[in-house]
């Protein structure tokens, strides 16, 4: 059976259990979904609420019902500093870290990635952030920060994991050990790896360095490995929400 | 430091420690790489041997030196049988599984899923499996088989594990019980996941349905999240090659 369709809508536009939609919002509702007021609906905040809902009547509002207790999410709030890769791939990453339940992206500017991704890249990375969470039935849409340095994202999040091609300690060595009651910080680098500058520099502030196995990975791949092993892990260790 | 370049070969192409190359593959050495005759080089031949080599003088040959003990293989033999996706996933999948391992590809036709790859596709997919290959140090080449049906799925692979929407077991919750000396098959479903009738001649046939969690995944994150638990367990729990 399919799922309902979803709909994600900002927090400010639900007052009294009536969703007041955007003019695009109702537009996608009515005209291209073609959605009938008996057919179902997800309404979403992004924020970790999900209601049953249906059309009203007059084609600029949503009633909604019931509120749902969501179980979609990690118990785990798991972080993910990104180098900034080239556009197509970091898209990618964007997408499926959103489908493995990361709960915010920071884009990390690297000395191999001097990328200064412009406000419409932004628009369009929030985009593919919330039709993600829509698509993989989130109830959080993950939230993406402006890029941080180094140096920066060391102080953001004084402890994490950062993917090194030099470290010999796999990431799964690390997993009994983490504590999933705080966030989780995991940092990917860029094609070609961080600096040694770099590195050290993460590492004299406190966080650990994990490898992925012996093989090359491109970055993406890294990232969406990463994800996966954190995901699974603490789907199988930790109750969810 | 860079790796050498490499270059995938034939094996016949290899007589008495001399490679003769194709016209393509000199004209890719000389032109595109522009290589000197002292600059590193690794010659593979796809099925897990690769050597130090250098240009021969005469353009059309290369001298292979000393042959290398290979260390960037998974000591698991990991058959991937993988619905036919819309090309663009499948072949983001087809790269992605490589760099993460796999030794075999079965593209699966399923009832969500009738696609005809044309020969062409198939020499498209070898292009990529190879490039991937190389990019990610591997010793071996996938192979990537004809497209297969499910019953004869289970037929070429008696035994298994099966990505299923229904399934309350996670993957991570086999892995401790699985043979890692004999190949281990898995397969993930097209968009929308496979039929019942899929799924039960699957199981009757002996295989073991598993879940990735409670997020709905795309089937490429889906293989990829598989593929990277699969390998990374590999690596940590069984020596590598």
Redesign the interface.
């Known amino acids: 059976m399919r799922?309902p369709q979803r709909l994600v809508v900002d927090p400010s536009q639900i007052q009294e259990q009536v969703v007041t939609l955007t003019p695009a919002q109702a537009h996608y509702l009515h005209h291209v979904l073609r959605l009938k007021p008996t057919d179902p609906l997800w309404i979403l905040d992004g924020h970790g609420h999900r209601w049953q809902a249906q059309l009203g009547g007059d084609r600029t509002t949503v009633q909604l019902l019931d509120a749902h207790c969501g179980?979609?999410e990690l118990a785990t709030e798991i972080i993910l500093c990104l180098a900034l890769l080239k556009t197509a791939t970091f898209e990618?990453v964007l997408q499926?870290a959103t489908?493995?339940?990361v709960r915010q992206i920071i884009p990390i500017r690297t000395a191999r990635s001097l990328l200064q991704p412009s406000a419409n890249k932004y628009q369009r990375w929030r985009r593919i952030l919330q039709e993600a969470a829509e698509?993989?039935?989130?109830l959080y849409v993950p939230t993406i920060t402006d890029p941080l340095t180094v140096p920066a994202m060391v102080e953001v999040a004084p402890q994490g994991y950062i993917g090194s091609l030099r470290a010999t300690t796999?990431?799964?060595?690390y997993l009994a050990g983490m504590n999933f009651n705080a966030p989780i910080a995991v940092a990917i680098g860029p094609e070609g790896g961080w600096t040694t500058p770099e590195l050290d520099l993460v590492l004299s502030a406190g966080w650990q360095e994990f490898s992925?196995?012996?093989?090359?990975?491109?970055a993406?791949?890294a990232a969406?490995?990463t994800l996966?092993?954190l995901?699974?892990?603490s789907?199988?260790h930790h109750p969810?929400m």
């Open positions: 799922s179980h979609s990618q499926q489908e493995l339940g698509q993989s039935e989130r796999l990431f799964a060595d992925l196995g012996r093989r090359t990975l491109r993406v791949t969406i490995a996966s092993l995901s699974h892990y789907e199988q969810t």
